[in-house]
């Protein structure tokens, strides 16, 4: 007990004669800084880890950075004295990055219409690299760097380099419209159990579709009717059509693709197991029995007749189609309503097929 006790009291007089050359400056930091410290670990009282706020190591830094480096040695502090320079440094390197500003701003963006551009070629031109988009630009008077292309490019998730050697049926088909006819049967049963099928030609570029015929008993006479009523009405309307897309079906009898080829229209026959071939007159088929068959009670033949000619009137001169820009077949889109038209609208409504197509037009 009394040797600790005069161990404690020589310690406290070496300690007491090392304060005299300082200054009070110094002292009242380092009081200031341990009073802190206490503070912050009883804020801290039964936690696991001692863990410093950014406020604290800020508090901290600026207290003790201006005292030499052999005070700081020999203070009672709970972090190391690189610590605590470590932390003035970060205070000052945010402060710096808060109040100066790089003299340079860097490089600039790339224009939008030029970004729009890059990603419009490579859209239309599916074998087309960077390195030829960067060509294109060049020929255009765009002065863009190759580098520029390719970061647009990966940006969107769009390979720079791709082998894009292949064609896909999309492109064919878009490429080859205005020479592509398709058909196919649409089968469907009327209210007395009879089957029925109906025989549907699509143009691939403008959507227009004819019903060529109705019947319950599709022989090879009435097939061999239909191509003639069908090269007759290309005829009439001068349709530059070079291909006709029908798939396997027995149905077809022989003179059907004889008739076309006289007027110059080759059958081709769609691949086993492949509709995507006649994607085309598929999708409308489906339309064809999402719109107007699956809401309709079809009683007879005459009554399928008509109902399948007041769809193809609605189809062709008023419903709007997503690839033609909203377009109907038969039918240009109008010019867009003036502000003083919007303001005021009138529209009707027509109905067709008492109520199962809706047609909207303005009032007279």
Avoid at 197 to 207: M, S
Avoid at 290 to 300: A, P
Avoid at 310 to 334: E, G, S, T
Wanted: hydrophobic share 45%.
């Amino acid at each position: 007990m009394l040797l600790s006790l005069a161990y404690l009291t020589v310690t406290n007089l070496f300690a007491a004669l090392r304060l005299l050359p300082m200054s009070d400056r110094d002292k009242d930091a380092e009081i200031l800084a341990l009073r802190h410290q206490l503070t912050a670990l009883e804020r801290q009282l039964g936690t696991d880890r001692v863990r410093r706020a950014p406020r604290d190591r800020a508090l901290l830094a600026a207290l003790l950075v201006p005292l030499p480096r052999q005070v700081l040695r020999r203070l009672r502090l709970l972090v190391r004295p690189d610590t605590v320079l470590r932390w003035h440094r970060d205070l000052m390197k945010r402060r710096h990055a808060r109040t100066c500003r790089p003299k340079r701003p860097g490089r600039l963006p790339t224009v939008r219409s030029i970004r729009a551009l890059i990603l419009r070629l490579v859209r239309e031109n599916r074998a087309w690299g960077y390195r030829r988009v960067h060509g294109e630009l060049a020929t255009l008077g765009i002065q863009v760097a190759a580098s520029t292309v390719w970061e647009i490019l990966t940006a969107e998730g769009i390979d720079p380099a791709p082998d894009r050697a292949g064609t896909t049926w999309a492109d064919f088909l878009r490429s080859q419209a205005d020479a592509l006819l398709a058909c196919d049967f649409i089968k469907t049963v009327t209210l007395t159990g009879r089957r029925q099928y109906n025989l549907a030609v699509i143009e691939h570029a403008t959507r227009r579709v004819r019903i060529l015929d109705t019947t319950a008993h599709p022989t090879a006479a009435w097939l061999t009717q239909a191509a003639r009523n069908l090269a007759t009405d290309l005829t009439d309307t001068n349709a530059t059509v070079t291909y006709l897309i029908r798939d396997r079906d027995a149905k077809y009898p022989a003179f059907f693709d004889e008739i076309l080829s006289d007027v110059g229209i080759r059958v081709v026959l769609t691949g086993v197991r492949i509709p995507r071939m006649n994607a085309i007159v598929e999708r409308w088929v489906q339309i064809c029995r999402h719109e107007l068959l699956d809401g309709s009670l079809i009683w007879n033949e005459y009554h399928l007749r008509h109902a399948l000619r007041q769809f193809v009137l609605h189809y062709n001169l008023h419903r709007p189609h997503q690839a033609m820009h909203q377009a109907a077949p038969l039918r240009a889109v109008p010019e867009p309503l003036t502000p003083a038209q919007i303001s005021h609208l009138d529209v009707r409504r027509r109905d067709r097929l008492g109520g199962v197509l809706h047609e909207y037009q303005h009032a007279a």
